[in-house]
């Protein structure tokens, strides 16, 4: 199994609230502002765009670096950060 950041911990760890874009796991300040440009402020906006998706890792993962250019590592980091999170709230 893959370690997790300290900042996936600290994300699946509680309900998401208004936590801004870039407290997902893999989203830092560059990619939060392109996420932000294009109406992705919350995490909860982006967590809505993953369960319309239905969770599905490969969609996921297309969708982030057509709208805001993450890598492959970022891509993962987020994914894994919401589908830990929907396990453990949803």
């Known amino acids: 199994m893959s370690s997790t950041s300290q900042k996936h911990k600290d994300f699946v760890a509680e309900p998401m609230g208004e936590k801004p874009v870039n407290a997902l796991a893999g989203?830092?300040?560059?990619?939060?502002?392109?996420?932000e440009d294009k109406g992705f402020?919350?995490?909860y906006?982006?967590?809505?765009q993953f369960l319309v998706l239905k969770k599905d890792e490969e969609l996921f993962r297309d969708w982030l670096k057509d709208t805001c250019s993450a890598n492959i590592?970022?891509?993962?980091?987020c994914f894994g950060c919401l589908k830990e999170w929907c396990d453990a709230f949803l």
């Open 27 to 35: 989203i830092g300040e560059v990619l939060g502002k392109r996420l």
């Open 45 to 48: 906006v982006v967590l809505g």
């Open 41 to 43: 402020d919350k995490a």
């Open 73 to 77: 590592k970022q891509q993962g980091d």
